[in-house]
């Protein structure tokens, strides 16, 4: 009888946690799970008005004074790029924001996670980091020299809040997958 029990022990698999183990039987809806929707929409929230200032920063006229030319970010094609890409993350995050209004009210996942959050990233950092030397260039003191300053810091704190929430995505993705 032992070995039988023993061999019966072997071949079972490894427990794993259950993903309904904190549901709530009537409704079927995790409170966990209903926690992690809204930090993630708190946090998709954010990156939508991070990459708004930036771009409304750039794009917003700068008070012009008698004694300095007027500067626009059209004049470096650098901070064009900034503009563009502050746009881009603000569309991305406006649709995410959707995504995750549209998941809580439906108690699920209406639309599925195939789009990702790396590739904003990517533009994110990569146009802060050309706009830094460009920022260099601009007379210190100028709207435009605060306005590209600002810009971005403001697209260096999108890009930490995204990757934030890839990170979160990554771990709601290994953690329905995995277990």
Known sequence: ?????????????FPTPSPFSFSV????????????HHSTLLLRFSVLL???????????????KKHQPSLSFT??????????????????AALQLFKGVCDIA????????????YLVGYLLVSSASVA?????????GTPLRKGA??????SFATFIVMAI???LSGYKLCKRIGW
């Not at 470096?76 to 569309?91: D, G, H, K, M, T």
């Not at 439906?106 to 959050?117: M, P, T, V, W, Y």
Request: with cysteine; hydrophobic share 45%.
């Open 75 to 92: 004049d470096y094609p650098e901070l064009i790029y900034c503009f563009i890409v502050a746009s881009i993350a603000l569309l991305y």
């Open 149 to 154: 300053v600002v810009s971005t810091t403001m």
């Open 25 to 36: 039987a009537s409704t079927g809806w995790s409170s966990r799970s209903s926690i992690n």
């Open 1 to 13: 009888m032992e070995k039988t029990g023993e061999a019966a022990q072997q071949r079972q698999p």
């Open 50 to 64: 991070f990459s708004f200032i930036s771009a409304l920063i750039l794009a917003a006229p700068s008070t012009k």
């Open 106 to 117: 439906h108690r699920g996942i209406l639309i599925s996670d195939k789009a990702s959050d």
């Open 132 to 140: 830094v030397p460009i920022i260099r260039q601009v007379e210190r």
């Open 165 to 167: 929430c890839a990170v």
